[in-house]
C-alpha cells in the first residue's frame, strides 16, 4: 500500500482524476481528509508499480507528494522468503553458520606469485581464492589485468589448493569464457547498477558476489540484486565494501550497520571487504574482527606477498604472516559470536 | 612531478630503495630533509605512472604519503590542447559562442507523442531531439524502453524537424545498431565508470555526451572522458548532472561551480541537465538561466505533452508551452553574459 | 496530519494503544486497513508534536513506520505567510526586487585597509560592508580577530561610506556589545545550530543573517530559523554558502536550487555567498552571476586589496577592481530577469 | 614541513617573493625545479602556520598549490604522546585496559525513571550514569530538558549508584553551575565546532567527552580536540557517533574504522555511541559487539524503562533486559581482543 498526499489546494475534480488512475491500475482507494490535508491510502498490491510511473503519479495536479510503503524489492526481501539463503559453492555453504574467507591479491600478475599467495592463505584458514584477471581502473593507461591467461592462473591455484575462485565479471561478453573458469561471479562496485550485466549473471546458474555501490543506498543495492534474481539467479551473495563519505585517512568508510540492517531486510548471505573500504592494510585486522562481531558471513581479504610490487591495491594487501595473524584472531572473535571459521 | 614525503622514523636504506625504483621508470629524484622530515621530489614526466602504481610506491616501507602534482588525464587537459574544442554536428557547433538546447521526453514511448514534442521543442528553439529507446532502470519490472523501434522513431523525428538526435548506449553489444540511428552517443550516470563501454564508444568516430557520475568528482569525470580520447575519439561533451548531496527536497545538487571549474581544467565543451539535477519541473527555469549565466554550452532539458502519463520522469518534465516562455527567458540571460542561443 | 504505517504482524491492542495515545494528545485517527498494511491516519495540528516525540511513537510496539507531513516550521514557512519578508535596514531594503551586495574582507585587520576597501565597494555599488571582528578559526592558534576595536573600525567604515554593517556572532555574550555596533547579526555556518544562540538573536530586534550548516538540509536551516523567530525576531535573512560534497577543487559546492526551493518553502529573503562556497576568487563571477539568475535577493562578497596578505581566506578575496568589473557584468544580468542592483 | 607547488608559468620574481614571505616567518626553502613544475619545500616548524595563513600564500602570485605535511594538531597529537592518555575518573581508569559503559536515557525526565534506569544498569555492569538537563533539539517546540533540577536528580542516581556522571553542555554560561554536578562534561555533535564553548572547557579541571560532528573529518575532530587541550585541559575523550551518509534506514553511518584510526594518530581515548549513529534499538547490540572488536575503549548507550515514554529519542533507547543481554555479550568479545569489561 502507498501513501499520496494531496496539496491543500487540491480540488475534488483532482481527487476524482487520481482515483480513476488507481482504480485502471487494479488498485482502490482509501480517502481520509485531515484538518489540514487529504490522504489518499493505495490499497492493493503496489508492489507492482515501478519507482518511475510513480513519478507520474507525482506529475498529477493535486498531488503534493506520493510516500511508498511496499518495499520495491520482492525476491531479495525476508517477506519473500524467511529463513536465510544458504548458498552451496563445492560443498562450501556461504550463508550458514561458518565464517568464509576469500583471499588472494587484487590483480592476477603472474604464475608463480598468485600460486604462491594461493597455498599460504589455504594454509592459513581461508576457503576461497580470489584475483582480477579482467580489471576496471580509473585510468586507461593502467594495466588492465592479465585476462584468459590470468583466469588459467587462477584455474591452477584452484586445482592445487582446492579452493573455489572468485573473480570480476566487467562485460557481458566475457560471461562465457568466465563461467569456464569461475566459481563466484564478482559484480564490482562500479558495476553495482550496471543493469545490463546485472541481466546477464541473472541468466546464468552460477553464484553471484555482488558489491556495494561507492555511494549506494542499502535500498538501491538490493533493486540491483532484485535485478540478477528477477532473471532467475538466486545465489546472491551481498559484499559490504566501504560507502564514500568526507573522511579522506580511509579510502571509504566501512558500514557494518549494513550487516545487521540486510539481515532484518534480505535472507541473502552478506560478506565484508575490509581492504577495500580502508585502504590500508594496517587497519584491516581491527575492521574484520569488526565486521565478524557485526554478523558477517564471510570476509574477501587481498593479500600479496610482495605488497611493495603489486599493480594495484598494494597499500591494502595483508602480507601472508600477517593474514595468518588475522586469522587466529578472527577464530577467536567468531567464537565469542558463536560463529565458526 | 610528484612528491613522496617519508616517515619521520624512514631510514638510507628506504630511501636509497624507492630512489632505485623510480630510476628503474626513467625518473630522477631531489631529496630534501627538512627538520620534521624527508621529501623525494619525483623529477620527470610521472603522468605516466598511474594511480594503481602510485599505490604501491605507498606501500614501500619508509614512505609516508605520496603526493600527485601532475594530472592523471592528458588528452582531455587544456595542458594539452589551449583552445576550446568545437564539435561540429550536422553543421551545428557545440562549443562555440552559440548555446545549443538539447530537449524531448525522458523516453520514447510512441510515435505520435514523440513527434509532436520534437515539432514543439523545434518551434521554440531546440536544436536537438533527446530521447531514451534504452532505458537504465532502478527497478527490473519497470518499462526498458522501446529499443531499435524507439530508435526509428527519432530517426523520423530527425527527419520532420532536421534536429539530430542524442541517445543513450547502455550496452556495447548495441553500439553498431545505435551508430544507424544517433548523431551524439549519451553515456549515462551509472555508466560514467563502465569502463568498457567507455573504451568502445572510444573507438568510433561520433560526438559522447558523457554524463557526470551520481557522486563522482570532477577528477573522475575528466578520466572517464581520458578513457574516451585514449582510444581517438576526441569529440567528448562533458554534462553537468547533478551530484548526490543530502539534501532531499530536490533530486540531486546541481553542482553549477563545476561549469567555470571545467572551463579552467579542459578545452571539452560543458552542458547542463537541470531536469534530472532537480527532479521538479518547476526549478527547472532558474536552474536553466543559472547554467548559462555559469558559463555552460549548452541545455539538456525534458519535454513532455503529457507529464502526468509519462513513463518515466514525469515529474521534472516541462510542457511545451512552459519550454517555449523558457527560451525566451534564456535568451535575455545569453545576451546578458555575451552568449547567443 | 501525520501517518503512521504499523507492523505486518501489528495486533488489535496494539492499534488501540496508539490510538489511545494520539488521542490524549487531542488528535484523531482514522485507521484504514490496507491488503498488506493497515495505516493509521492521523487527524488533527501534528505540528506541535516534536520531531523527537515522534521518535517515542516510532518506538511503541507494532509501529514500522511514523511518516510526516505537515511542515516541522510554521512561522518561516510561506503557509504562515504569503507575501515575502521584506526586511528594511537604514532605508535599504533586503527581500525587495532590488539585489543587495554585501562586501568587505573576511576578518577586519587593520583601520586603514578596512577604510579603503569599504570605500572602493561602495564606489562599485555596493551596500553593506561586512567584515568579521570575532572570528571562527579552525586552529586554536590563529588570529581569532580585533574583537571591540574591529568593531569600532567598522563603525567609522560606516560613517565614511554610509553602508550599514554586517558582522558576525559567535558567543551569546558578545551580544550586548554586538548590538551597539552591527546593523546585522550574521550566525555563520558553524553556528547554524547553536540553539542558544540563535534563541539569543530571537530576542533581539535586530536582522539575523543566518548562514547555512555545512552539511545541513534546506529543512534543518529553516528549522534554525525557525528557533529564532520563535523568540519573536521574524528578520531573518537565509545566506546560502555551499555545502559538503565530495569535490575537493571547489571548497564547498555552491546549492543554487536552494534559492528557487526557499522562495516556494519560505517568505524570508535568500541571499547567496559565492566566495565561502567556491574558495577561489577566480570562480566567484560566475556564481555570482549564476545566483542571480537562480533569483537570489542578495550576495556577499570578499573583497581584499591585498589578498595575498590577508589574514584569512586571501584566496577566495577579489581586488576592488575585480569586484567592480564583477558588480558591471551582474546589471546585466539582474536586468535580464527583471530585478535590478 | 609544507610544500608549495608553483604554477608551470611561474616567474623567478614570484620565487623570490614566496621566499621572502617565508624566511620572514623564520622558515627556510628547498627549490627543486623539476621538468614540468617547481616545487618549494618549506624547512622549519610550519606547524606553526595555521591553516587560514596558507590560503594567503595560495592566493599569492605563481602558486598553484600548497600542501601540508605537519600535522595542524600538535597536543592531540601521537606524535607530541606516545604512550595513551588515560584519564581517572573518581577511580575509573579510561583509556586503560577496562572498557567502561556509559548508560542512561537521553533527557533527563523525573527523579523515579532516573533512579531506577541508573540502578539497572549499575547492575548490568555499567560504570558512569548519563543523561541530558539541556537538550539540544532540532524544534524550538521542544522539551528542552529539565535545567538544575535534572542535574539535581543525576547527582541523587550518582550517590545511590557510585557511578560518576556523564552529561551535556550547550552554553558557556552554564559551565559553573554544570561544574557543581557532572563528573565528565559532554560536547554534543552540534556543537564540536563550537569553538567558544571548547575554550571555555578548556579552561577548567574537568575531564570533556567530545563527540565527533556530524560530518566532521577525523582531522577536524581532533583540532576541535586541540582547541580544548590548548587552554590546559588534556582531560579529552572523543566519541565516535556516527556521521552522515546518502544511507537512510540507519539515522547515521558508525564509522568504526575511526577507532583504530585514531588510535593511531592521537594519544586520546575513543569510545563509542552505538545509539545515535544508528538511532535504532535492534541493531545497537551488533554495533556495540563490532565497537569492541574495533578497539573502542568505552561505549555510550542509551537506556530506558518505557522507551515508547521517552521525551526523546526513545526509538533508540534499551530495555534494561535488553541492556543486561548486550553486557554478557560485550564481556566475550571483550575477552576475544585482550580487553575485560
Given at each position: 500500500?502507498?501513501?499520496?498526499?494531496?496539496?491543500?489546494?487540491?480540488?475534488?475534480?483532482?481527487?476524482?482524476?487520481?482515483?480513476?488512475?488507481?482504480?485502471?491500475?487494479?488498485?482502490?482507494?482509501?480517502?481520509?481528509?485531515?484538518?489540514?490535508?487529504?490522504?489518499?491510502g493505495?490499497?492493493?498490491?503496489?508492489?507492482?508499480?515501478?519507482?518511475?510511473?510513480?513519478?507520474?503519479?507525482?506529475?498529477?495536479?493535486?498531488?503534493?507528494?506520493?510516500?511508498?510503503?511496499?518495499?520495491?524489492?520482492?525476491?531479495?526481501?525476508?517477506d519473500?522468503?524467511?529463513?536465510?539463503?544458504?548458498?552451496?559453492?563445492?560443498g562450501?555453504?556461504?550463508?550458514?553458520?561458518?565464517?568464509?574467507?576469500?583471499?588472494?591479491?587484487?590483480?592476477?600478475?603472474?604464475?608463480?606469485?598468485?600460486?604462491?599467495?594461493?597455498?599460504?592463505?589455504?594454509?592459513?584458514?581461508?576457503?576461497?581464492?580470489?584475483?582480477?584477471?579482467?580489471?576496471?581502473?580509473?585510468?586507461?593507461?593502467?594495466?588492465?589485468?592479465?585476462?584468459?591467461?590470468?583466469?588459467?592462473?587462477?584455474?591452477?591455484a584452484?586445482?592445487?589448493?582446492?579452493m573455489?575462485?572468485?573473480?570480476?565479471?566487467?562485460?557481458?561478453?566475457?560471461?562465457?569464457?568466465?563461467?569456464?573458469?569461475?566459481?563466484?561471479?564478482?559484480?564490482?562496485?562500479?558495476?553495482?547498477?550496471?543493469?545490463?550485466l546485472?541481466?546477464?549473471?541473472?541468466?546464468?546458474?552460477?553464484?553471484?558476489?555482488?558489491?556495494?555501490?561507492?555511494?549506494?543506498?542499502?535500498?538501491?543495492?538490493?533493486?540491483?540484486?532484485?535485478?540478477?534474481?528477477?532473471?532467475?539467479?538466486?545465489?546472491v551473495?551481498?559484499?559490504?565494501?566501504?560507502?564514500?563519505?568526507?573522511?579522506?585517512?580511509?579510502?571509504?568508510?566501512?558500514?557494518?550497520?549494513?550487516?545487521?540492517?540486510?539481515?532484518?531486510?534480505?535472507?541473502?548471505?552478506i560478506?565484508?571487504?575490509?581492504?577495500?573500504?580502508?585502504?590500508?592494510w594496517?587497519?584491516v585486522?581491527?575492521?574484520?574482527?569488526?565486521?565478524?562481531?557485526?554478523?558477517?558471513?564471510?570476509?574477501?581479504?587481498?593479500?600479496?606477498?610482495?605488497?611493495?610490487?603489486?599493480?594495484?591495491?598494494?597499500?591494502?594487501?595483508?602480507?601472508?604472516?600477517v593474514?595468518?595473524?588475522?586469522?587466529?584472531?578472527?577464530?577467536?572473535?567468531?567464537?565469542?559470536?558463536?560463529?565458526?571459521?
Amino acid at each position: 500500500m502507498d501513501i499520496i498526499v494531496l496539496k491543500k489546494s487540491s480540488t475534488q475534480d483532482e481527487i476524482d482524476n487520481i482515483q480513476k488512475r488507481l482504480e485502471t491500475k487494479g488498485l482502490s482507494v482509501n480517502i481520509s481528509k485531515g484538518t489540514e490535508r487529504t490522504i489518499i491510502g493505495v490499497i492493493g498490491d503496489t508492489s507492482k508499480i515501478p519507482e518511475e510511473e510513480v513519478d507520474s503519479v507525482r506529475a498529477m495536479s493535486g498531488v503534493d507528494e506520493v510516500m511508498r510503503i511496499v518495499k520495491p524489492y520482492k525476491l531479495a526481501s525476508r517477506d519473500f522468503k524467511k529463513e536465510n539463503t544458504v548458498i552451496d559453492v563445492e560443498g562450501l555453504k556461504i550463508g550458514g553458520n561458518k565464517i568464509h574467507i576469500i583471499a588472494g591479491p587484487c590483480a592476477i600478475e603472474g604464475r608463480d606469485i598468485l600460486l604462491t599467495i594461493a597455498q599460504k592463505v589455504k594454509e592459513s584458514g581461508a576457503s576461497f581464492v580470489r584475483g582480477g584477471a579482467f580489471k576496471p581502473r580509473t585510468s586507461p593507461y593502467t594495466f588492465q589485468g592479465m585476462g584468459e591467461e590470468g583466469l588459467q592462473i587462477l584455474l591452477e591455484a584452484k586445482k592445487l589448493t582446492g579452493m573455489p575462485i572468485v573473480t570480476e565479471l566487467m562485460d557481458p561478453r566475457d560471461l562465457t569464457l568466465m563461467l569456464k573458469y569461475t566459481d563466484i561471479i564478482q559484480i564490482g562496485t562500479r558495476n553495482m547498477q550496471n543493469f545490463r550485466l546485472l541481466l546477464e549473471v541473472g541468466m546464468v546458474d552460477k553464484p553471484v558476489l555482488l558489491k556495494r555501490g561507492l555511494s549506494a543506498t542499502i535500498k538501491e543495492w538490493l533493486m540491483a540484486a532484485e535485478y540478477i534474481m528477477s532473471r532467475g539467479n538466486h545465489k546472491v551473495i551481498l559484499c559490504e565494501r566501504g560507502v564514500r563519505t568526507f573522511e579522506t585517512i580511509t579510502r571509504n568508510t566501512l558500514d557494518l550497520s549494513a550487516v545487521p540492517v540486510l539481515k532484518q531486510l534480505t535472507h541473502l548471505p552478506i560478506i565484508v571487504d575490509p581492504s577495500h573500504a580502508v585502504g590500508r592494510w594496517d587497519l584491516v585486522k581491527p575492521m574484520s574482527l569488526a565486521a565478524v562481531a557485526a554478523g558477517a558471513d564471510g570476509l574477501l581479504i587481498e593479500v600479496h606477498t610482495k605488497p611493495e610490487e603489486a599493480c594495484s591495491d598494494g597499500e591494502q594487501s595483508l602480507k601472508p604472516d600477517v593474514f595468518d595473524d588475522l586469522v587466529k584472531s578472527l577464530r577467536l572473535v567468531a567464537t565469542a559470536v558463536g560463529r565458526e571459521i
